[in-house]
């Protein structure tokens, strides 16, 4: 069974960055693609990045574009998410979720009904 473990998360000021982690264990990430979300207070859960098992494909939502980069080293089993420019709306619990694709390319949804694997979050908080 494919566990997910975030870390990374903390206290940052507007306009810092944090790196998110997101190490897997139990089975080898070579044939998942990874997706990143958030959820803020009050609010639903939203796609933030992901990427393809291959690292061809990222995606991005609109709101963290040249802004967040994701990446993944398969060797390592873990995916990142690196965050510059920390806004204040930037805050909420980041979550990791997998998604078992096999050797099919090209793909990398943002829709968080299609992840089967998520990790437990990590708080992530922008304030001055």
């Known amino acids: 069974q494919l566990q997910l473990v975030e870390s990374g998360g903390g206290l940052v000021q507007p306009g810092g960055s944090l790196r998110l982690s997101c190490v897997a264990s139990?089975?080898?990430?070579?044939?998942?693609?990874i997706g990143w979300f958030r959820q803020a207070p009050g609010k639903e859960r939203e796609g933030v990045s992901c990427?393809?098992?291959?690292?061809?494909?990222?995606r991005y939502a609109d709101s963290v574009k040249g802004r967040f980069t994701i990446s993944r080293d398969n060797a390592k089993n873990t995916v990142y998410l690196q965050m510059n420019s920390l806004k204040l709306e930037d805050t909420a619990i980041y979550y990791c979720?997998?998604?078992?694709?096999?050797?099919?390319?090209?793909?990398?949804?943002?829709?968080?009904?299609?992840?089967?694997?998520w990790g437990q979050g990590t708080q992530v908080t922008v304030s001055s």
């Open positions: 979720a997998a998604l078992m694709v096999g050797t099919v390319q090209g793909m990398c949804p943002m829709t968080e009904l299609m992840y089967d694997d």
């Open positions: 139990g089975k080898t990430l070579d044939y998942y693609v």
């Open positions: 990427i393809s098992t291959s690292s061809s494909i990222t």
